[in-house]
Nanobody
């Protein structure tokens, strides 16, 4: 079993910046892809960005150029740096990790979510 704990959410003014982090803990696991999703009130959860174990990065079109994603494998942590934030970025942000517990045992885990509110 793996636990993902996000931190760093909060209230920020439009045009501001905020950084999120997500730390994974547990036993006997290897993290493959890590990513971020978000869910705004009344909307479905949507993909924001992912970073693979080899460092390949992909972003959703609506955040490209404003957000960056990185990971520290020594700390089992993924980061999301959000710049030029807009009110429409307001959502609960969720961390996701694809984890191998063995060669044949792959699971997807979710964090509990952290609220990001962009408002003046």
């Amino acid at each position: 079993q793996v636990q993902l704990v996000e931190s760093g959410g909060g209230l920020v003014q439009p045009g501001g910046s905020l950084g999120l982090s997500c730390a994974a803990s547990g036993s006997r696991f290897i993290i493959n892809t890590m990513g971020w999703y978000r869910q705004a009130p009344g909307k479905q959860r949507e993909w924001v960005a992912t970073i693979t174990g080899s460092g390949t990065i992909n972003f959703a079109v609506f955040v490209k150029g404003r957000f960056t994603i990185s990971r520290d494998d020594a700390k089992n942590t993924v980061y999301l740096q959000m710049n030029s934030l807009k009110p429409e970025d307001t959502a609960v942000y969720y961390c996701n990790a694809g984890v191998y517990h063995s060669d044949l045992d792959f699971k997807s885990y979710w964090g509990q979510g952290t609220q990001v509110t962009v408002s003046s």
